[in-house]
């Protein structure tokens, strides 16, 4: 039997440079359910230190342009950043929608980025386990996580298991503002970008298209939606960008909204990895079980005892 390398410690983690992240990102794949990753996990869950922004929109939207560039300012800024890029594309096919980590150009020598891409599994452009657990790991060390799913339905509302921020990327022309407003009661993301605004005309109608659509849908929520054009090859509306996620930010830091936001979250990852295992009985029995406590991964690890009969 092989012998698994013992996992760093969150205290490693954080001064240990991104060959140990590397290292617990795969445990995060190889040592599931292991009693010492779920207690980093639900240590790191506890510790979380980034805000993480959630990039989502169609594929050649221009995500991957845009996270090159808050890369840049983040490190300009002096922050640490870390990226996950959710490859909708499952291991099994070996497709690439999203593409490889080569679509985010970083100094190798940078300790203070780390880049990953992850496969989505058998959930279209959703949001596996793994990549949850991953992003709560990144989220313990780096400053900001930017997370990059591709939306293709469901994963506009699956970005928002484990970003503060959701920021929807819409193409000028392209009918997404139209399918946008198809969408309806969509959950809303929190900041709306309009892509390429260096093409300026159909950037601005697009814009207006979904303002008007917003306005409409009228949000339950105290936060009103900003919608941005922006050009990240020009450089257009980058400002007003950082503006907006500074101000969600501070909205969320307001009166315990980050905190409930991710006690949500928490019980969404449970409620989901349930049942991706063991299906929508599953959870049906899960809810008829006595309440588990403790940290999110502790949760997951008895109830799937609980439904396995372990
Ligand atoms: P992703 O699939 O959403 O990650 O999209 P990419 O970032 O790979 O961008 C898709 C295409 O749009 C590429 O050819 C980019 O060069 C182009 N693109 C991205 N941002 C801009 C922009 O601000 N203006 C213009 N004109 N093209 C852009």
Redesign the pocket.
Known sequence: MRVRPPLPSLGDLRGGGKRLVASALSAVETQRGTPALVALLDEAARAAKAHVLGLT???????????NVLVQRARAAGQTVAVLAVDPSSRRTGGAL??DRA?IQTDPEDRGVFVRSMAARDRLGGLSDDAVAAAVLLRAVFDLLIV?T?GVGQSEADIGLVADTVVL?IQPASGDSLQFMKAGVMELPDIIVV?????ADMARRAASDVSGALSLAGGAGTWTVPVIR?????GEGLEDFSAATTAHAAYLAAEGRRAAQRTAQEARWVEEAVKVRFGTEGLKRMRALPAVTGGPFHREAAIAACLTGG
């Open positions: 929109g169609p594929p050649g939207v221009g995500k991957s342009t845009l996270t999203l593409g679509r990059e591709v990327c892509t390429k605004a260096d093409m922006l050009s990240a090859a020009s």
